[in-house]
């Protein structure tokens, strides 16, 4: 399984996101990254969200709305195997912001249960299962919470599974 997609969102409310980081992976080799910013809804944040992530709405005041940005999650994610950290999270998160805009989740051609590396991890006795903890454990560089990084890290996650 050399050829996937890692996804990481940040949130600013629930399951509507600030920020999304993909890493492509080919053959096992990491070929592309991309991260944005994204305007939530209304700029809307949870003083929790922002608490954990460190986004605020003047960094997404002039961002793409998520609509706006689709294409090029569209691009990274369809017909492939998608990879995440807790993937429930992302992919709720996917599910509900394409919902939100009228999008057709089935368009992806992905499967309706991402690869999770809480659940390998978890399975290889490692505890907590929390990004952060399992990058330690594997050697991992990490700045937590920064869409891009944790993407990446779990990419690396799932190559070392």
């Not at 993937?87 to 394409?98: A, Y």
């Not at 919902?99 to 989740?105: N, S």
């Not at 390998?120 to 991992?140: F, H, N, Q, V």
Request: aromatic fraction near 8%; charged fraction near 25%.
């Amino acid at each position: 399984m050399g050829n996937f997609a890692a996804i990481d969102f940040e949130t600013a409310t629930a399951y509507h996101p600030c920020s999304v980081g993909i890493v492509t992976v080919e053959n096992g080799i990491i070929v592309d990254e991309f991260v944005t910013l994204i305007k939530p809804p209304n700029n809307t944040y949870s003083p929790f969200t922002i608490a954990v992530h460190g986004i605020r709405p003047h960094q997404t005041i002039n961002a793409k709305s998520f609509l706006e940005v689709f294409p090029e999650i569209q691009k990274r994610l369809k017909n492939r195997i998608v990879v995440a950290h807790n993937e429930s999270f992302d992919r709720n998160v996917l599910i509900k912001s394409m919902a939100l805009y009228g999008l057709d989740y089935e368009s992806l051609n992905i499967n309706s249960r991402w690869e999770c590396t809480v659940k390998i991890y978890r399975a290889k006795g490692i505890k907590p299962t929390k990004l952060s903890d399992c990058c330690r454990e594997m050697k991992i560089d990490l700045n937590h919470h920064e869409a891009l990084s944790d993407a990446r890290a779990c990419a690396k996650l799932f190559l070392k599974k």
